[in-house]
């Protein structure tokens, strides 16, 4: 799509019940889905705070991690976390994914080849697009705006990395014979496509792979037949990922390929090599145009991946270079730092770009992180997997190079895991230089609201909790529950079931709230549930009990009974003692009975008979001094 940087777009209803209302940039007036997983990874991380709240894509690079793998949720996981948090937040929320796994993966690139086959083409289709197709068209994501990055490196490739090119690898040739790279893209646009919340954003590589002319137009050719392959259309495609986990500056300000030294034009310079683009922006803003010229929708819109392109820090250039040669003018100023722009592993002096905005400018949907930071490119020295990811020596810090970088050093920190896995130092390095520089923003540092409407009913064994959401100036990203002081568990949703408990046995829960930056709520009011007696049929009953209003010298509390046997009551019967000087002072729809501490309540003629699972309550106002704590209810059913 097409955006001002100024511009404004209506929002649709929050989370309505109903599909989302299709609108030309998803970004725009929306929210983005933290992710949990990477939040936590980034929170752990000394300073990781300062960033943890950022939105950073979901990665589905193998069969499995549909389903989840060991340290990662799934697909339905994070979508029902997706719902949470835009129900938090009031909302539209953008959940971003990445689809990754066609056969033959990244054939120039062997720390990122995956589990398929360059011939397994029919289990891509059958074993993993289609069951992402089938989660994502479920109607109960329907208001979330899925925004996917289908299938990274793989067209480029067919054009840098085949076909007699000084670059060409075997298994790019192969993958360019059979056509299973376009058949695939095809075949992803086409099933995602059909669904009305996608919105699908095909890989386009990036300025320093593409920006030649002789790259650049043979590129946008193949991703135009791919989005026409396997029965999908230009329809399909919402527009391009530019500089997707790679390092390429977002902006160069300090130079252009319009400048002469001497007479002599940058583009000769050895970092710009001819290249027609030396920065990001000016490259996505072309690739957009040709890419309309081509055929694809006039309103196609581009996103930019600035996880990693802020290198800032100590060796940021603060002007141009010197007008000597125009390699000197070019190293003196240029912001990206890398030896040679075909750089790509973990790479040394990389810092966090630009946080993830909507419609930054004209032509771009978002700037956004698509590789979240502190994920390894590629291990530094072989590592036995069972993920099909081989070791490229362009993740190895002493390896010197190669035709796709100009044979440079490759720039590489060194100790690196496989590809996806956690690099503690990466992180770190990406901190330490990240451009805009941390804390030049305002953190967040405000807590969730305290999470009310604290409910529950029980089984002989089990606690089933609800409540209502808590809201934040961010985002609410999940909730922490409590058993009597000790944190039984945690959930992105407003519901929790703790199991595993004891018959006829009281327990106290509360609930608090949490956000990406790691602010807590408070303590929800404690609810007070008694499980109900292991008797195996018959009658029974349990009984919660919740203050719902305190102030100071008196209460008012609400005590919910839930007949948890298999057969009708006739009547039923709540005692408790009070631990401190509480003193009923008014009840209704109950018989109340106090001496000292001890309570004992009773039903009324036309609420004591409840059906199995049914339910009756009754409350009371009380007065007291010094601590109000809270009892322990027994229930018993007639």
Request: contains cysteine; charged residues 15%; aromatic residues 8%.
């Amino acid at each position: 799509m097409v955006l001002s940087a100024t511009a404004v777009l209506p929002i649709a209803t929050a989370q309505s019940a109903h599909a989302a209302t299709r609108v030309d940039n998803p970004y725009a007036g929306a929210g983005v889905y933290v992710n949990p997983d990477w939040s936590a990874l980034a929170a752990a991380e000394p300073g990781g705070s300062a960033i943890s709240n950022q939105p950073t894509y979901v990665w589905l690079d193998r069969i499995a991690a549909i389903t989840g793998t060991t340290g990662k949720r799934g697909l339905r996981s994070h979508l029902d976390g997706a719902l949470a948090q835009a129900q938090a937040s009031g909302k539209p929320t953008v959940f971003q994914v990445v689809i990754y796994d066609l056969p033959g993966r990244d054939c120039a690139a062997l720390s990122s080849n995956g589990e398929l086959g360059p011939t397994e083409i029919d289990r891509y289709k059958a074993e993993f697009i289609d069951p992402i197709a089938a989660i994502l068209a479920d109607p109960k994501y329907a208001s979330l705006r899925i925004a996917t990055t289908i299938e990274l490196d793989s067209l480029p490739n067919l054009v840098t990395n085949a076909g007699g090119t000084a670059t060409t690898t075997p298994a790019c040739e192969t993958m360019k014979a059979n056509g299973n790279y376009v058949t695939g893209v095809g075949y992803a646009l086409a099933k995602l496509g059909a669904i009305p919340n996608v919105y699908n954003y095909i890989d386009a590589g990036h300025h320093g792979w593409l920006g030649w002319d002789s790259n650049l137009g043979p590129a946008i050719d193949q991703l135009y037949a791919a989005a026409n392959a396997s029965g999908s259309t230009v329809a399909n495609v919402q527009g391009f990922v530019v500089n997707t986990a790679n390092y390429g500056a977002l902006k160069e300000p300090y130079f252009t390929i319009d400048d002469t030294v001497n007479g002599t034009s940058v583009r000769q310079s050895k970092w710009v090599d001819w290249n027609r683009y030396v920065d990001e922006s000016s490259y996505a803003k072309a690739f957009r145009d040709k890419a309309v010229a081509k055929g694809f929708d006039a309103n196609i819109g581009m996103l930019i991946d600035t996880s990693r392109n802020g290198w800032g820090g100590a060796n940021r250039p603060t002007g141009p270079g010197p007008k000597t040669t125009v390699d000197g003018y070019v190293d003196g100023g240029r912001i990206d730092r890398r030896f040679q722009t075909g750089n790509w592993c973990n790479q040394a002096g990389a810092g966090l770009g630009e946080r993830p905005t909507a419609a930054p400018e004209a032509g771009i949907d978002a700037y956004v992180w698509v590789k979240p930071p502190g994920e390894s490119d590629g291990n530094s020295a072989p590592v036995s997997n069972d993920e099909g990811k081989g070791w490229d020596r362009m993740c190895d810090p002493t390896y010197t190079g190669n035709p796709r970088n100009n044979n440079n050093m490759s720039g590489a920190l060194p100790g690196a895991p496989l590809a996806g896995q956690w690099f503690s130092a990466q992180f770190q390095e990406l901190l330490k230089n990240a451009y805009p520089a941390l804390g030049s923003g305002t953190p967040d540092t405000t807590a969730p609201s305290v999470p009310t409407g604290l409910a529950g009913t029980a089984t002989s064994s089990s606690v089933a909790l609800t409540w209502t959401a808590s809201t934040d100036n961010v985002g609410v990203t999940g909730y922490d529950v409590y058993r009597n002081g000790i944190l039984v568990g945690s959930t992105a949703g407003t519901s929790f079931t703790n199991t595993g408990l004891t018959a006829s046995t009281a327990y106290s829960y509360t609930v608090r709230a949490k956000d990406a930056a790691g602010n807590v709520s408070a303590a929800s009011a404690a609810l007070v549930v008694t499980t109900s007696p292991s008797s195996g049929g018959g009658s029974g009953c349990s009984a919660t009990y919740k203050v719902s209003n305190d102030w100071g010298s008196g209460f008012t509390a609400d005590v919910t009974v839930t007949n948890t046997g298999t057969t009708a009551t006739t009547g039923w019967k709540v005692t408790w003692t009070f631990p401190g000087n509480q003193q009923i002072t008014n009840l209704w729809n109950g018989v109340q009975t106090q001496s000292g501490q001890s309570v004992s309540v009773v039903n009324q003629g036309y609420n004591g008979a409840l059906g199995a699972g049914g339910s009756a309550g009754f409350g009371f106002q009380a007065g007291y001094s010094g601590a109000n704590g809270v009892p322990t209810l027994t229930c018993t059913a007639s």
